[in-house]
């Protein structure tokens, strides 16, 4: 549904994206996460047809964006980061003027903005846009989104005015507009949010796309190369004898309990060894890679 | 581009515009000076008007000889009642103008809402075209109100213009607006170049004054350097006689067709010395008034006068464009010769607020919308 192939946008000589590409299947809600500057919000800009790439291309259901920016934004929504509305308006009038551009008749729009405005508890909320706070905004910001029912759904940050409640509404919301088979390519720099709703993840920074597949494929390719060692976290009841193995690389003890570093998974021996000893072993597993502390070293890199 | 689009904003400006409470109390206070102009007008008008025919009965018992042998006193206009809207149209209606301009793009920017908006089906160009649609629909608007306060004026104080009058009350009303435009476009410009409205706001009034009272100022200056000291006089030379037959009026109050006191040409004298000075003079004169002329050509104010004036008192037009002009006539022509010798002032009127809209236009379709 949303492809980019070698897309580039260079600002005053500053490569913003780099050879992004991406792929986006139908149904699917993906997660764009990158630290703040990555180029997460120029590839959405992108996409929705606002700005055009330097270089390469990105297409929407089939559409190239540069060439028919028109006729994708008639097929996605958008949620920018920080959106903004005319103050002097109320949200019903804001929803009324950007629907019209869809060529809704009167009774159409009137349908759909107020079922979109109770969607997003707005209805009835007769003040100005001007007054609201940040977190109805953001809300009549999903709701403007939504205003043509697109078929793709690009939010950009879109938890970050949310009060606990309303991002479980959001959460809610997204899971069942993928139920009716839309895409929902959501942008984020907060790990447990992109988390809690996405199942597929790509992983962007200085511009580039550094891993792209579920969060564990995510964080596997990730994870630091020290040899590919597993980690096995041990604990038993009496104090730990050293234990020979050809396998083990390392130990980190202390006292009752030791982390084994070793190149293959070795806890049936390593369970037959103390059991041959006497000990009683409360615990032993297998330690993964800690997923925010992967992605925050790739953050980093 | 797709007309429905271009209208959606333009309709949506428009409404924003006439609701707003800047735009409210604006248009108030031009519509309560334009109602006391227009009185004042009317009042001076009638006496004008008693004026007028008491010089006809004058005209008709007494037989007048010498230089004023055959003149005849001038109706007044309805027109020069309008000649007291120029003064505030410039002051106030730039004003409005301003008001509804310098903040239509940059507050988009500020508030994000131009981002929002951007990112459903429409294209760059119809969002800023309907945007100076809707802000020049809404100085129309005003425009409207105005003259349709002023002809209800006329009617009320039973003042009822000729069909050529009320051509030439629409023809002002028109130059009016686009006077206005001029500055509207500058303030658009200026809020598509600025970041913020404030600034925006610091330099349109920049320009307005530099356009409304330096230039006039730089052009008078540029004359007098350019054009050098004028001509001097021939020694003990004759003094030169008015002759009487080419004395051309000044009508200021429509009292009379002629004054006696404007304009005098002076001639037949056969000293060769002074019929080089009078050409010597003629040509410094019409140097210093090149100069000054491009130099304010760039002055909508300036420009705007001219063809109001030209509107609402082609005869004193004329007389202004042909002092030394040999192509004076007995009788000056009408609104079409008047408007005729301010072509350049009209195209000005057009061009200016065109390379603004230009600028705006080229700008806004190139911003950067992060």
């Known amino acids: ?301 | 581009m797709t007309l429905d689009r271009l209208f959606n904003v333009a309709r949506k400006e428009f409404s924003d515009h006439i609701t707003s409470r800047r735009f409210i109390i604006i248009l108030a206070l031009f519509l309560v000076i334009s109602a006391i102009s227009i009185h004042e007008g009317i009042e001076q008008y009638n006496d004008n008007l008693e004026s007028y025919n008491e010089q006809l009965q004058y005209m008709a018992e007494e037989k007048v000889d010498g230089p004023y042998a055959g003149w005849m006193p001038e109706k007044p206009s309805v027109m020069y009642i309008f000649m007291s809207m120029m003064s505030y149209m410039t002051g106030l209606g730039g004003i409005l103008a301003i008001a509804i301009g310098f903040d239509l793009v940059s507050k988009e920017k500020e508030s994000r809402s131009l981002k929002t908006l951007l990112s459903h089906p429409i294209y760059r160009d119809e969002i800023i075209n309907g945007k100076v649609l809707g802000g020049v629909g809404a100085l129309g608007f005003a425009m409207v109100l105005a003259l349709a306060l002023s002809i209800a004026m006329l009617l009320v104080f039973s003042v009822v213009p000729t069909l050529d009058e009320f051509a030439a009350i629409l023809i002002f009303g028109v130059v009016s607006l686009g006077f206005l435009i001029a500055y509207f476009a500058v303030a658009i410009t200026m809020s598509t170049v600025a970041k913020e409205s404030g600034n925006a706001l610091i330099y349109t009034l920049v320009i307005f004054f530099v356009v409304s009272s330096l230039l006039p100022v730089f052009g008078t200056i540029a004359a007098d350097t350019l054009a050098g000291d004028p001509p001097e006089p021939p020694e003990m030379g004759p003094m030169p006689t008015p002759r009487g037959e080419v004395v051309r009026a000044s009508s200021g109050g429509g009292y009379f067709v002629s004054s006696s006191s404007q304009s005098v040409v002076y001639g037949g004298t056969d000293d060769p010395a002074w019929r080089d000075y009078e050409e010597a003079r003629k040509a410094y004169t019409e140097k210093r008034r090149f100069i000054n002329d491009v130099s304010n050509i760039l002055s909508p104010q300036t420009n705007y006068y001219r063809v109001a004036m030209a509107v609402t008192n082609p005869r004193l037009a004329t007389m202004m464009y042909t002092v030394y002009g040999p192509e004076m006539q007995e009788t000056p022509g009408g609104l079409a010769d008047a408007l005729g010798q301010v072509w350049m002032n009209i195209a000005a009127l057009i061009v200016f607020p065109s390379v603004f809209f230009a600028a705006t236009y080229v700008k806004f379709m190139r911003m950067d919308i992060r």
């Open chain 1, 1 to 301: 549904m949303i492809k980019t192939e070698n897309l580039t946008k260079v600002y005053n000589g500053k490569t913003a994206v780099d050879g992004l590409n991406l792929e986006v299947g139908e149904g699917e809600i993906f997660g764009f996460l990158g630290p703040n500057g990555a180029g997460k919000s120029t590839t959405i800009l992108m996409l929705t047809g606002m700005i055009e790439p330097t270089g390469g291309r990105c297409l929407v259901d089939g559409i190239e964006v540069a060439k028919d920016p028109l006729q994708v934004k008639k097929i996605i929504g958008y949620l920018p980061e920080d959106v903004g509305f005319y103050g002097n308006m109320t949200g019903e009038q804001n929803l009324d003027y950007f629907a019209r551009f869809y060529g809704m008749n009167a009774k159409e729009r009137k349908d759909r903005i107020a079922e979109l405005l109770d969607l997003v508890h707005l209805g009835g909320v007769t003040q100005k846009a001007g007054e609201y706070s940040r977190g109805m905004k953001q809300r009549l910001g999903l709701a403007q989104a939504l205003i043509n029912d697109p078929n793709v759904l690009f939010l950009d940050e879109p938890t970050a005015n949310l009060d606990p409640e309303g991002v479980r509404e959001y959460r809610d919301l997204v899971e069942h507009l993928a139920a009716e088979g839309k895409t929902v390519f959501v942008s984020s720099h907060i790990l447990s949010e992109v988390r809690e709703v996405c199942r597929t993840v790509g992983l962007l920074a200085k511009g580039k796309l550094v891993a792209q597949g579920t969060l564990d494929e995510v964080a596997r390719t990730l994870a630091p190369a020290d040899g590919d060692a597993v980690r096995i976290v041990v604990e038993t009841r009496e104090h730990l004898p050293d234990i020979a193995d050809p396998e083990i690389v390392a130990v980190e003890r202390n006292g009752n309990r030791a982390v084994f570093r070793a190149k293959t998974d070795i806890r049936d021996r390593l369970a037959a060894t103390l059991l041959d000893q006497g000990l009683h072993v409360r615990e032993m597993r297998i330690e993964e890679p800690d997923i925010e502390d992967v992605f925050m070293a790739a953050y980093q890199r």
